[in-house]
């Protein structure tokens, strides 16, 4: 390994051989212990004061395994704290006003766990400055958001990957982190939101 933690070839015990796409996992135990050891150390140390070097130790491989996997911290970040399951679809029960909370409150967990409001700032940062990364962001957030969607035809506008609704649940979600990391994201919170959305609802 050289100096800045790449490859320079030689594979760490753990690690299958042969040829594999970049950023795809190699070993899924491997990953699994990297993304455990990630979330685990962004409570223990914040997300600036993180290393990849950090994550190896934690998860008993090296950085060069990391690299292999996730371009850098922003990336390997995003995946660990951020979930990559869908928002499922309200039912459709008629009643508006409880499809539309079942969606903010399933936000809320998306982004209210600890490992979520440690990273968010720096993260977000991060990110930004990667295009790469921001684009895997946001394809990741417009999978995520997509019930939003479909449940109540919010077309997107022009080019934008998110419908309005989205952007702005999960929007005001993130924005409340950002400006207050202690901030609640609690029942009051959806009640709030929901009642902010109902009311303007055709």
Known sequence: MTAD???NGKRSAGE????SAPGR?????????????TRELILETG???????????????????IYRRWSGKAQLVHEAVLSAEEIPTPDGSGDIRADIRALIETVREMFDSPEVRLALPGLIADTVADPQ?????IERLAGNLAAFESRFGQERRGDDELPMLAEVVAGTAIFRILIRNDAALDDTWVDEMTQLITERWP
Do not use: F, K, N, Q
């Not at 990364?133 to 962001?137: E, I, K, N, Q």
């Open 5 to 7: 933690g790449r490859s």
């Open 16 to 19: 299958t051989s042969g040829p």
């Open 25 to 37: 996992p190699r070993d899924g135990r491997i990953d699994a212990a990297i993304i455990a050891a």
């Open 47 to 65: 997300y600036s004061a993180l290393s990849l070097s950090a994550i190896a130790a934690r998860a008993g491989t090296t950085t060069a395994a």
């Open 133 to 137: 990364v921001h684009t895997m962001m």
